[in-house]
C-alpha cells in the first residue's frame, strides 16, 4: 500500500539530478541542482547544488500534494487540514503563527528549470 509520503518520494525523485526552481507562493526561493531528497520527522528536506556548494533546507510536510505535469504542489492551505470541518478551522485559526510564515495557509512548488538554449 502506498502512503503519501511514498507518493511524495516518488514524484520528487524525479527530479533528482535536476536543475530546479523552489518557490512558495509563486516568490523563487532557490534555484539548483537537486541531489538528494528525505522526509525526516514533519519535514521534506532538499539538498541541492548551487554553484558548486550544498546546501540543505526543509519545508513542512504538507497537508496536500500534487503532482502535475511539470511540477510538484506543497500545499499547505488550511481548507486541506480541517477538510470542511468549522470547528477544526476555527481553532487551526487561531493557532496562526505570531510572526509571518511562507508556508502558513499557502502553496509551494518544485519544477525543473528549462534551458533556454
Known amino acids: 500500500m502506498n ?52 546546501k540543505t533546507f526543509e519545508i513542512p510536510y504538507p497537508f496536500d500534494f500534487a503532482e502535475m505535469e511539470n511540477k510538484v504542489v506543497f500545499n499547505y492551505d488550511v481548507k486541506k487540514l480541517h477538510h470542511g470541518m468549522v470547528r477544526i478551522e476555527q481553532h487551526a485559526r487561531l493557532l496562526a503563527p505570531k510572526k509571518n510564515n511562507k508556508f502558513y495557509d499557502s502553496h509551494a512548488h518544485i519544477c525543473i528549470v528549462e534551458d533556454a538554449h
Open 3 to 54: 502512503t503519501i509520503s511514498d507518493k511524495i518520494e516518488k514524484a520528487v525523485n524525479k527530479y533528482l539530478q535536476q536543475k530546479i526552481h523552489f518557490f512558495v507562493n509563486g516568490k523563487l526561493l532557490k534555484t539548483g541542482k537537486l541531489i538528494l531528497f528525505c522526509i525526516k520527522d514533519f519535514y521534506l528536506v532538499f539538498t541541492i547544488n548551487i554553484h558548486h556548494h550544498r
